[in-house]
């Protein structure tokens, strides 16, 4: 009986190196496809899905491009995952996660080759990430006292953040965009309240920020075309029950007077039901369901506005924004919480009439509106300015900003080289990766813009080697600039982020050495 009977046929088990070998390789092939989206030069990449329709999406969001890949390599997973969790944490950094843990990994392959075990280049990469991210706290500004100031830093942050992204060539008006947006959340990372409404036709210059709330539903027939002062009342039930539709349910009747019997009863439950609803003193009824013909008509005789079928996301926010709370039984209109808002009108834009809401309740509410060539163009713009936002709002939140373009990488690897100096014995190997790979990330940016990477490299170097020193790489230029003056910043969380989940991955993933693949289970025929 051999040893290597334990697992079933179509298990198979590899061992130590050739483990090592195959999580290596998937990560790095995995860094590499999106390591070109990287920086204000960065690429995108057209994904089409092999489904039905063949959506094509065009995107250089890290983690859209890696969440769309159905992936065997077990190590290749960990780097999505990590890219999923930035893009749910901080919003933005999803390439630079992925690209840096593939660097780390790269750098590891090296160190295992030369003998040095898994655990030591642990150990050391643990150690590297700890200085590097004590010399970000040191460096890092805080503004938030000056609120001018730290609205400038916003804007910065906001234009860095979009210069990677579709929207780099307006990237002035939608940084102002996204920040007046998150300034109006007053602190709080909830972007429910801030609504994207994505409209085709015009060019993204159209864009604009709507200070109400927007649904994009058409105001039914004979329906009053403007409320002021509207008392809201949001609702999920249904009202489409004046006919008689029991479906699989038969109704004997021996004469066509009681079918209309029938529907006559059905019609007054109809009626009261609009009764109980009219009674709450309201001016606009907002319902998830179909409203049907009749219970329109008696809601537009009593002079209230009904909008049916508000889109689910829609009557949620619109809840939240209103202070309204959706309700779904009327027999007691004392316990139902209205919304309320000032103004509620048809408004077009481009070839389609929408409703507006103005004046709401809570003054968070804002709705962004998307004009743009195509739909591909508009759902790319949708993710960068979400993105955007999502760094925004954790900035309001914790208002440490560093300078941007390779400047954070460049300070870390400086003192991370100079902890590897110090540090007796193999660690320090793995130190000195460590700090490579940091690197990296300046290189990648240099490289997606065509420059010499290596030589701009090498003179961010020799300029960090002064103290104070804000030099990164300028890619419009195509030179070393100083980001203090050309304004490029990032938030302080994202890159904390980044840096600690790649180290993370890199250390999970460096510590296999066995992947054992199960055998499918085979299925019985059925016949």
């Not at 870390?412 to 000195?432: F, N, Q, W, Y």
């Amino acid at each position: 009986m051999a040893i290597d009977r334990i697992f079933k046929d179509e298990a198979s088990e590899e061992k130590g190196e050739r483990a090592r070998m195959a999580s290596f390789i998937g990560a790095m092939a995995i860094a590499d496809l999106v390591k070109t989206t990287l920086g204000p030069k960065g690429m995108d990449k057209i994904l089409q899905s092999t489904g039905r329709g063949r959506e094509v999406t065009v995107t250089n969001d890290g983690a859209t491009i890696l969440k769309s890949l159905h992936i065997d390599n077990p190590a290749a997973k960990v780097l999505v995952d990590i890219s999923k969790v930035q893009d749910d944490e901080v919003g933005d950094g999803t390439t630079s996660v992925v690209v840096l843990a593939g660097e780390l990994l790269r750098e590891a392959e090296k160190l295992v080759n030369a003998k040095i075990h898994p655990m030591t280049i642990i150990s050391g990469y643990r150690m590297a990430a700890e200085c590097a991210r004590d010399v970000l706290l040191q460096r890092v500004v805080d503004n938030k006292e000056d609120a001018e100031k730290f609205k400038s830093d916003l804007m910065k942050i906001a234009r860095t953040t979009l210069s990677s992204k579709i929207l780099s060539q307006d990237k002035e008006h939608f940084a102002q965009l996204a920040v007046d947006a998150v300034m109006r959340l007053k602190g709080s990372t909830n972007l429910e309240s801030i609504q994207i409404i994505k409209k085709p036709g015009g060019s993204l210059k159209d864009s604009f920020l709507d200070e109400g709330f927007i649904l994009d539903k058409k105001i039914g027939i004979g329906q009053p075309k403007r409320i002021e002062n509207a008392k809201i009342l949001v609702a999920n039930t249904a009202m489409d029950t004046d006919k008689v539709k029991i479906y699989g349910a038969r109704v004997r009747v021996d004469s066509m007077s009681k079918v209309a019997e029938i529907e006559g009863a059905e019609k007054e439950k109809m009626r009261e039901k609009v009764q109980k609803i009219i009674a709450h003193g309201i001016n606009c009824f907002i319902n998830r369901q179909l409203i049907y013909n009749f219970p329109e008509e008696l809601f537009a005789d009593a002079g209230i506005l009904a909008i049916e079928h508000a889109d689910f996301e829609g009557i949620e926010r619109l809840g939240l924004v209103t202070g309204g709370e959706i309700a779904s039984t009327f027999d007691n209109p004392e316990s139902v919480k209205l919304g309320y808002c000032k103004l509620i009108e048809e408004i077009m834009i481009g070839e389609d009439k929408l409703i507006h809401f103005s004046g709401c309740e809570l003054g968070q509410a804002c709705t962004i509106v998307l004009r743009g060539a195509s739909h591909h163009v508009l759902d790319e713009a949708e993710r960068s300015l979400h993105d955007a936002l999502c760094v925004l709002s954790q900035t309001v939140n914790d208002s440490r900003v560093l300078l941007g373009g390779g400047w954070p990488e460049m300070v870390m690897a400086k003192e991370v080289d100079e902890l590897a100096r110090k540090t007796p014995g193999k660690k320090s190997h793995a130190i000195e990766a460590f700090s490579r790979a940091l690197v990296a990330i300046p290189t990648t940016i240099a490289d997606n813009a065509g420059l010499d990477s290596a030589e701009l490299v090498a003179k961010l170097r020799a300029e960090h080697h002064k103290e104070g020193c804000t030099a990164g790489i300028d890619v419009i230029s195509g030179s070393v600039g100083d980001m203090a003056e050309l304004g490029i910043s990032e938030a302080f969380k994202v890159k904390q982020a980044v840096l600690l989940s790649a180290t993370e991955a890199a250390e999970m993933i460096l510590r296999v050495d066995e992947i054992i693949t199960c055998a499918p289970r085979r299925r019985e025929d059925r016949m």
